[in-house]
């Protein structure tokens, strides 16, 4: 089963389920009434099938209970779950079926072939989204077909009776066996690819093990094997270009650093790869493949089959050229050109271990080879010759030639990696735990090689840069490495930071350049630049500054370089420029006043606003005004809207004018204030303007300083008068008596705001403006009435007779005392109206009042009496007749009632009032036409004099007096 712990054994008519630990029989499966032929565990676990001769299949649960029975019209051959969907194959000589746990019936299939089918097996893997199944059958061949009952390809030839086929590692291989006696070991197309084992019988089952390169094969005399499959890697590697094989049968060919890759379906085999250049060579078990490139571009990823060598060729390493093919066996080196032919033979004295192409004209390519007894041989391939090169303590396990070919790269067999120099032959270089090696093809002096899951970066004679990384090295391109990690070739981006900044620090600044060349950061690029520009090193600077682009520096480059051409030229200026551009101002600062342009270092502090720095250098310098210095800086402020740094400026260079201007703009009065106190008092135009902003600003207290300043007691009354600071301002009117109105006036008003009428009154009378006390109690008079507050109205009316007397008194005249006499009877009568409405609005609009029946009924009739033609303003007479009609009806007073709602219904009453109006008409002309005496008395209807109290008309005795 799936997870290994049960083993089912189909054995005469019965199913054995044994225990896989301690082979402990489990089940004892009775079913069948024929030998058992197969059986076939789900993916799931969770059941098992079996078939025989008996023609039926049975579907057993994994607990040894019997699901489900159905036949066939023949033996059953071969049982084969589908991995993914759970469907079970079920195989006979003539036909197929396939049963899913999700339906009933079999769904079955005619095979054409007429042979007997021994094994069937589902590929793990859905193939462009279809399920397959391999049918081995024993007609001698290897089919595909689809769930629908569709063949996929063409038959395959056996040449055996195949008894068992199982896909392998995923499915992307296939193992099979039967009457030949072999294992073999087949592509998921039904490509073979090699042999496995041979046995001395046939060989029943090939059964893999899961997640494991292991194969077990069980034969007809009993025996059992099991089987290792190493799977070595086939490659090939020329500077970026990477062939691989993959699936045995294919060549990958990778781009190294653009990550394009291209597939070549060889449909055999695939046992070496070479590459080189724009040549490809592939062997297969019984010819070689040559391709080329089909562009000219560096890029090009297309290959064409360029010429096929028809031969079965043996050989440990493949090497080819532009025009040969090169076999490495044993000591042997042949070279055969692309028609198979040999051309020439070498016969070294030690086993070739490794063996490299290293460039040359085609046809005089030069190679290196290394061999087992420690010995580098450069071979040419048009010369029989080998030249030696360096003869090593140990085998060579891996080398590789710098890109100027003066310096020669080993790992041997005790991981050791030595670097000899190819003239001289002394070792550069040693170090230890390698297993590869590789030069960078860009950057002579720079080594890289790998060990102990550690990359190693040697450059120059610096010390030797290491970081993590797996895999073995076999390849350096500039900033990149190419690490091949098991089956898989990785390209990891180094930069070369670490070795440009040593060269800096040796101020090796061309060393530098090429290393940065090699593949650095932006912040590098910039760090070598401005190291090379401050050396003046400026062909090194001006091309680093053109890989960032900056253009500040590749312009200041140029300048420099025009005026190296003219006479006077100094580097030290435009060293200055080169550190201000760098933020190092300080630095520039000194520069330029060592090199005597001091009027360069101010103007520079000056455009950077760092006053107190050109201030410093202008005091330094001999004969330097600073005036201007200070205005700019003035100026600067003003355009940044730092008010308070211009202020300051401007009273510090005593241009008090522009400060006040400034702070008075502003509202820095705290600033302006110290400004007055330093200020002599002479300065009268000065002190002026700063008296007047703090009037203007409400800064009362300031300004009364400034005024004191200035003795100037008539505007600093005013001040008083504009802080209504009253006590002080009548301090000093006694001091200056001719300005009372200038004090009185303001007050009065001031009085009248916070409703201290009496008392603005008499202050209009000493400012000697009783007209305006008048106006104003008219005002006051207008307003309440306006917000029917009739109490007030009526009191501000008494107010203004009284005024009226004292406005025109009986000395100015008969016709004066007169004009005062009717304006005080006016405003008498209004504030007797007003006074006595009052209590009738209260009664009409507010649901409750402590007023008596009596009270309203004779302030009615008081009212009428005076409003019986025209009513001051506020004043309704619908409210006083309703009012009075309702006290009437109360007070049996019906004659006074009904006369009232006569007049009331010739007016025209308030909105909502008509029906309430008509329905006490109606009810006051059932009531007898009649007063209560005792609420009339002896008094007309609306006639008498009243008391303000409550309204009651008063006993009058009338009298003359003796002459």
Same mark, same amino acid.
């Given at each position: ?10 054995c ?17 499966l009775?079913?069948?009434k024929?030998v058992?032929y ?78 007997t ?63 030949d ?45 099991l ?34 890759k291209?597939?070549?379906k060889?449909r055999?085999h ?9 040549r ?10 040559i ?37 490495c ?56 010759f ?14 590789d ?34 297993n590869?090696?590789?030069w ?8 890289c ?117 003219l006479?006077g ?6 060293l200055?420029?080169a550190m ?10 000194r ?33 330097m ?95 008083y ?25 303001p ?14 009154q ?5 400012a000697?403006?009783?007209e ?11 307003q ?9 109205a009526? #009191?501000?009316?008494?107010? !203004? *007779?009284?005024? %009226?007397? +004292? /406005?025109?008194?009986?000395?100015? &005249?008969?016709?004066?005392? $007169? ?17 006595a ?41 619908? #409210?006083?007749?309703?009012? !009075? *009609?309702?006290? %009437?009806? +109360? /007070?049996?007073?019906?004659?006074? &009632?009904?006369k009232?709602? $006569?007049?009331?219904?010739?007016l ?27 609420v ?28």
């Amino acid at each position: 089963n799936p997870a290994g712990s049960q083993i089912v054994v189909g054995c005469g008519n019965v199913v054995l389920v044994y225990d896989a630990t301690d082979g402990l029989l489990l089940h004892r499966l009775k079913g069948h009434k024929d030998v058992v032929y197969c059986v076939a565990y789900a993916k799931d676990g969770k059941r098992f099938a079996s078939g025989g001769a008996d023609k039926n299949v049975i579907i057993w649960k994994d607990t040894g209970e019997g699901m489900l029975k159905f036949s066939h019209n023949d033996n059953i051959q071969a049982l084969a779950y589908n991995p993914v969907t759970l469907q079970l194959a079920s195989v006979t000589a003539s036909d197929f079926g396939l049963w899913s746990p999700d339906q009933k019936s079999v769904a079955k299939h005619k095979i054409s072939a007429k042979g007997t089918c021994f094994r069937v097996n589902f590929n793990p893997t859905s193939e462009e989204g279809e399920d397959t199944l391999a049918v081995a059958a024993w007609d001698g061949t290897l089919s595909f077909w689809s769930l629908t009952g569709r063949q996929l390809g063409k038959d395959k030839q056996l040449n055996m009776d195949p008894c068992s086929v199982r896909y392998f590692s995923n499915g992307e291989y296939m193992v099979m066996g039967g009457s030949d006696k072999k294992a073999h070991l087949w592509t998921r197309e039904g490509v073979q690819l090699s042999q496995i084992c041979e046995r001395d019988d046939w060989i029943w089952m090939v059964a893999p093990r899961p997640k494991h390169n292991t194969v077990a094969v069980g034969c007809n005399d009993g025996t059992v094997a099991l089987y290792q499959l190493v799977f070595s890697t086939v490659h090939g590697l020329y500077q970026d270009r990477y062939a691989y094989r993959d699936l045995m049968s294919d060549v990958i060919i990778q781009h190294l650093v653009t990550e394009q890759k291209v597939r070549i379906k060889c449909r055999d085999h695939v046992r070496k790869i070479a590459v080189y250049k724009r040549r490809l060579a592939v062997q297969l078990p019984d010819k070689v493949l040559i391709y080329d490139l089909k562009g000219e571009e560096d890029n090009d990823m297309h290959y064409k089959k360029r010429d096929t060598i028809l031969k079965a060729l043996d050989c440990n390493l493949l090497v080819v050229t532009a025009d040969h093919v090169l076999l490495c066996l044993e000591r042997k080196l042949q070279l055969l050109n692309f028609k198979g032919d040999k051309e020439r033979e070498w016969v070294l004295d030690a086993v070739i271990r490794y063996i490299k192409v290293v460039g040359g004209p085609p046809r005089k390519e030069g190679l290196l080879v290394g061999l087992k007894n420690g010995q580098v041989l450069k071979i040419f391939v048009d010369n029989p010759f080998p030249i030696p090169v360096v003869s090593h303590e140990r085998a060579i396990r891996c080398l590789d030639l710098s890109c100027s070919r003066r310096r020669l790269a080993i790992v041997d067999e005790a991981a050791n990696v030595v670097v000899y120099d190819m003239q001289t032959q002394e070792r550069l270089f040693e170090d230890v735990n390698a297993n590869s090696v590789a030069w960078n093809s860009l950057l002579e002096g720079q080594l890289c090689y790998t060990g102990k899951d550690q990359l190693s970066i040697k450059t120059g004679d610096f010390p030797t840069h290491r970081e993590k990384m797996q895999g073995f090295v076999v390849g350096v391109r500039g900033s990149k490495v190419f690490c091949l990690h098991y089956l898989a070739m990785n390209t990891v981006n180094v930069p070369q930071s670490a070795a440009m900044y040593r060269y800096l620090e040796k101020r090796q600044f061309l060393e530098a350049y090429k290393v940065a060349t090699m593949g650095v950061t932006d912040t590098d690029w910039q760090t070598l630049a401005l190291e090379a520009l401050m050396a003046m090193e400026l062909e090194v600077a001006v091309k680093s500054f053109i890989r960032v682009r900056d253009i500040r520096y590749i312009e200041l480059i140029n300048r420099i370089k025009s005026s190296r051409k003219l006479p006077g030229h100094d580097d030290q200026v435009f060293l200055g420029e080169a550190m201000a551009l760098r933020g190092m101002f300080q630095e520039a600062g000194r520069v330029y006043s060592k090199c005597g342009r001091t009027d360069l270092a101010i103007k520079m502090f000056s455009d950077l606003k760092r006053w107190d720095d050109a201030r410093n250098i202008a005091q330094q310098a001999q004969g330097m005004d600073i005036k201007d210095l200070t205005r700019e800086q003035a100026q600067w402020a003003l355009e940044n809207q730092e008010w308070k740094t211009a202020a300051s400026i401007f009273v510090t260079s005593e241009e008090y004018g522009k400060a006040i201007d400034v702070m008075g703009e502003h509202g820095l009065l705290d600033m302006l204030i110290d400004v007055v106190r330093r200020l002599d008092k002479s300065e009268t135009g000065l002190l002026a303007k700063c008296a007047a902003t703090f009037r203007e600003k409400g800064y009362a207290q300031y300004a009364k300083e400034t005024y004191i300043k200035m003795g100037n007691t008539g505007a600093l009354m005013e001040v008083y008068v504009e802080a209504e600071k009253w006590e002080e301002a009548f301090q000093l009117l006694e001091q200056l008596p001719d300005q009372a109105d200038k004090v009185y006036l303001p007050y009065a008003r001031w009085l009248a705001i916070n409703d201290r009428f009496e008392e603005a009154q008499q202050a209009f009378r000493k400012a000697g403006q009783a007209e305006e006390a008048v106006h104003m109690l008219e005002s006051l008079a207008q307003q309440a009435v306006t917000i029917n507050n009739f109490k007030d109205a009526s #009191y501000f009316h008494f107010l !203004l *007779a009284q005024e %009226s007397c +004292k /406005l025109y008194p009986a000395a100015s &005249g008969a016709e004066v005392a $007169e004009k005062g006499r009717g304006l005080f009877l006016d405003y008498s009568q209004s504030a007797e109206v007003y006074y006595a409405y009052d209590m009738i609005y209260t009664y009409i609009t507010q649901p409750f009042t402590s007023f008596q029946t009596e009270a309203i009924f004779n302030t009615g009739r008081f009212l009428l009496q005076k409003v019986h033609k025209d009513a001051p303003a506020g004043v309704s007479r619908a #409210y006083v007749l309703w009012a !009075l *009609a309702e006290a %009437s009806k +109360k /007070l049996e007073c019906y004659k006074v &009632g009904r006369k009232a709602l $006569e007049l009331l219904s010739a007016l025209r009453v308030p909105a909502g009032w008509n029906d309430k109006v008509d329905l006490a008409c109606l009810q006051v002309r059932g009531k007898p036409m009649s007063d209560n005496d005792e609420v009339m008395g002896a008094e007309g209807m609306f006639s008498g004099q009243r008391s303000f109290l409550n309204f009651d008309v008063l006993p009058l005795v009338e009298f003359q007096l003796d002459s």
